[in-house]
């Protein structure tokens, strides 16, 4: 599928609007070379997260830095960090309450299928909104896993 000059300018300006991602394997590009650079450098400001849901398993800091020295990074990827301002929040975890300075992170969703058509051409069938997930976390824990009780699920207020 071709795309146009107008396209590819308009995906670079929202692709601004996201932390950068960088397959660090065999297929690494010199954004990926760079930003492994930058990483053992600054490891305080980006996460290595292995291709899969759930949660965990993520490296920070010194861990990202012996991790991405060991090398066979086939299936990680390299993301910096998002580091937003902490805001005050009450939490209940397991019956329990605390309070004190958080993070939220809004997960949004979406259904994507397409068929794949002759000349390298697909047929998009569906890609449509389905659904989203608020979780907050306390401030200063890296992990964010509802399930994994680092954090809670949380209500969003409209206003």
Known sequence: MRVGKQKLKAAAE???CFAGQFSVGKDRDADAVNAVERALDRPDLYVLKPQREGGGNN???EDLVRRLRAGNLDDMVLMERILPPPQPAILVRRGQVSTGPTLSELGVFGAFLAVEGHNTTA???INEYAGHILRTKSDGVDEGGVA??????????LI
């Open 14 to 16: 929202v692709r601004k």
């Open 59 to 61: 490296f920070y800091g």
């Open 123 to 125: 047929t998009v069938l």
């Open 148 to 157: 994994t009780g680092y954090s809670v699920l949380s209500s969003p207020i």
